[in-house]
């Protein structure tokens, strides 16, 4: 079983639009809500950086969406890993905002990918 930190509020309105103008992470279409993938109950208690795009369908609605499978079997389903995407899109937020980005070259992301994929 995965284990997660204890979990910590932030709140950043602005993180939580952003992820809004992005394409729903499963099916590509835009006009998604801002799912928060670790939540303690309460939307007080929300964490908006760890956050992914998902359309109405795959959020709530739809006969595949998070809230009606739960967190595990979507995953599964969507052959996802939330935790990476939540990552990916901080990381993704970040270069964006802080006008930083480090100079990759092709071999090293080839590396990364690689990496990944001995993952899954
Ligand atoms: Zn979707």
């Known amino acids: 079983m995965k284990g997660h930190p204890k979990y910590i509020v932030h709140h950043n309105s602005r993180y939580e639009d952003w992820i809004r103008k992005k ?6 279409v ?3 809500d ?3 993938v670790y939540h303690s109950g309460s ?11 998902l359309c109405r369908d795959h959020h709530t609605m739809g006969r595949y969406a998070y809230h009606r499978m739960g967190h595990r079997t979507f995953e599964d389903i969507h052959s996802l ?12 937020y970040m270069e964006e905002h802080d006008g930083y980005r480090e100079d990759v070259s092709g071999s090293v992301q080839g590396d990364a990918q690689a990496e990944v994929e001995a993952f899954s």
């Open 23 to 28: 394409p729903c992470l499963v099916c590509g």
């Open 30 to 32: 835009v006009d998604v």
């Open 34 to 36: 801002c799912h928060h």
């Open 43 to 53: 939307a007080k208690l929300r964490n908006s950086y760890l956050s992914v795009p």
């Open 81 to 92: 890993d939330l935790d990476w995407e939540v990552i990916n899109y901080l990381a993704d």
